[in-house]
């Protein structure tokens, strides 16, 4: 399945003097959506009325593609390196993250610690509720209904899809983020990192360990 | 809009950390932040995190008012899901208003 020309053929590059013809596929991004129409009238509404500029919006949006998991991976590496941190953010995440420039806006962090015990994973069934202040934009899959309906169902089976797969003795906690809170997972601190400081401990948390279906990655 | 409530503006919190509830097997219409899979279920109060805003009347552009107490609860995957195939001990963590709540007593 890794081997791209595993599958067969029934047709020969080499032999074809003319290139084959793949049916065309339709492009799947000329037509606007009701929700993207309505998004486009009440955005120049709210420009037409002088409620906000595009300049505002345009500012918005670049702070927002701004946001990623880089961000997150720094609080991470600081709680593992910074227990006076690590006792401030499992406390109140809201407060701690204010360190790195953070403003939770209207939401609240709940960070929530894997331990060799316990292994949280986070999902949001009702829509797409999304630590985005520390995580940025979520992933599709995040978003899809695969996901938001296998997660609390099957957390085990949806984990082992991700390569993560939890030994039997220890508790599968799902956070099913429904209200106010926002979740971020901090992950085990891999074994063999001894020594290392924050920024290359960083290097080792993916976006996947801090929604909890990936584990940190090793040194 | 979501968010912290004033404390004045809100509904006396009923429940603390460690307390049995049940989810309110109810179905009423509109925005309704409590999952249809956990209505009627049994749970333990894990977080009191303070008064919000009521999301059902926010939806609808009203001030929310009074706020009610927000739980996290957590319930055991077992009795969730009577098919659960993993761990006896895994657990969901779910965040309820106060009124989607009820005592729950010690039996069953």
């Known amino acids: ?4 020309h595993d ?3 029934d047709h ?3 032999d074809h003097a003319h290139p084959h013809r793949h049916p065309p596929r339709p492009d799947t991004d000329d ?4 929700f993207q129409i309505m998004e486009i009238a009440v955005r120049e509404l709210l420009i037409g009325k002088g409620i906000v500029s595009p300049d505002e919006i345009q500012r918005a949006i670049e702070a927002m593609d701004a946001r990623g998991e880089a961000l997150g991976a720094k609080i991470v590496a600081r709680a593992w390196t910074d227990p006076a941190f690590k006792a401030r953010l499992m406390a109140d995440g809201t407060e701690a993250v204010r360190d790195f420039g953070v403003d939770m806006g209207t939401t609240r962090l709940f960070v929530v610690e894997n331990t060799p015990a316990v292994h949280n994973v986070v999902v949001c069934t009702l829509c797409s509720c999304y630590p985005r202040m520390v995580l940025g934009l979520p992933p599709d899959w995040y978003k899809s209904r695969n996901y938001r309906s296998r997660a609390v169902h099957e957390p085990r089976a949806v984990l082992q899809e991700f390569g993560t797969i939890v030994p039997a003795e220890k508790e599968v906690r799902v956070h099913d983020s ?15 990192t001894d020594g290392w400081g924050a920024d290359k401990l960083a290097t ?3 976006r996947d360990a801090m929604i909890g279906v990936a584990f940190a990655r090793q040194p | 809009m979501t968010g912290r409530a004033a404390a004045n503006a809100s509904v006396p919190a009923r429940f603390k950390p460690g307390d049995a509830v049940s989810v309110r097997r109810a179905h009423p219409p509109g925005h309704i932040r409590t999952p249809w899979y956990i209505r009627g279920h049994r749970g333990t109060v894990v977080h009191a995190l303070g008064p919000f805003a009521n999301p059902e009347e926010l939806a609808y552009n009203r001030p ?6 927000l739980y996290r609860v957590r319930f055991r995957q077992r009795e969730v899901w009577p098919d659960y195939a993993g761990s006896d001990a895994d657990t969901l963590d779910i965040e309820i208003f106060q009124h989607w709540l009820e005592p729950a007593g010690s039996g069953r």
């Open chain 1, 7 to 9: 599958h067969a053929h």
């Open chain 2, 64 to 69: 929310g008012l009074p706020a009610q107490p």
């Open chain 1, 31 to 34: 037509t606007l959506g009701h």
């Open chain 1, 12 to 14: 020969d590059h080499h």
């Open chain 1, 204 to 206: 080792l948390v993916s």
């Open chain 1, 1 to 4: 399945m890794n081997d791209p």
């Open chain 1, 178 to 192: 429904t209200a106010d809170m926002r979740y971020l997972v901090l992950p085990e601190r891999p074994a063999g």
